[in-house]
């Protein structure tokens, strides 16, 4: 492969997909996914499984039954030849005012981590990739995209990295980095957070960018 090609590698073609590099890398068809497939056009008739919101599943403390709804998803995305979901979103509850609360499994970081692997060991036993989200402290709406997060070494490591390294273990596809800034640094760029997911804890996978982020 080229620099060319590999630069290509790093952006998407377009909004749901990579690019392809002929003839050994093909493109990937992408798509949100925390409570089902979700329709990369808005059109009624697409249509998808929808599951329970995983705050509800949270509740659950279930981890058979996250796994049999992640694999009940993935199933769905090979019909919809979606190859990876950005989902499991294993962000934190930290107040019920978040506007993506119901996406998340709950404030408690090692229960949020252990349904968040579930559902990706469930999704990724169909062939569909799982890029858990987002890493790392994006827990609520407001200015997600410019925040700057000041938070302890301990904290960091003990609370809001806790579910992306249980997904991580689990073997999870890709993990999706977040808008905002962590202590000064940028998540998407090369920054501590980064540091300690492909150092530290060697995970080989691909981290992607959210998207325009």
């Not at 019920?96 to 090692?110: I, K, M, N, T, V």
């Not at 806790?162 to 999706?176: H, K, N, Q, R």
């Not at 962590?182 to 501590?192: I, K, L, M, P, R």
Request: a negative charge.
């Amino acid at each position: 492969m080229n620099r060319h090609d590999a630069a290509r590698l790093t952006a998407g073609d377009t909004t749901w997909s990579t690019h392809a590099i002929e003839p050994d890398v093909p493109a990937l068809s992408l798509a949100d996914g925390p409570m089902g497939v979700a329709s990369r056009r808005v059109d009624e008739r697409d249509v998808s499984v929808l599951t329970p919101a995983p705050v509800a599943l949270g509740a659950s403390w279930d981890r058979d039954l996250v796994r049999r709804v992640g694999a009940l998803v993935g199933n769905d995305a090979i019909e919809h030849s979606v190859d990876g979901l950005c989902a499991p979103n294993v962000n934190l509850a930290r107040s019920p005012l978040a506007g993506r609360a119901f996406e998340y499994y709950s404030e408690d970081p090692c229960l949020a981590g252990t349904l968040g692997a579930a559902w990706v060991t469930g999704l990724q036993s169909t062939g569909t990739g799982a890029v858990p989200k987002h890493l790392v402290c994006n827990d609520s709406e407001t200015m997600r995209d410019t925040v700057d997060i000041s938070v302890s070494e301990r904290a960091l490591r003990e609370v809001y990295l806790l579910p992306f390294e249980y997904c991580v273990d689990a073997g999870c596809g890709a993990i999706m980095a977040a808008y905002n800034k962590v202590n000064g640094d940028w998540c998407c760029e090369a920054s501590q957070i980064l540091h300690i997911v492909k150092d530290e804890w060697q995970w080989p996978g691909a981290v992607m960018s959210d998207f325009f982020a």
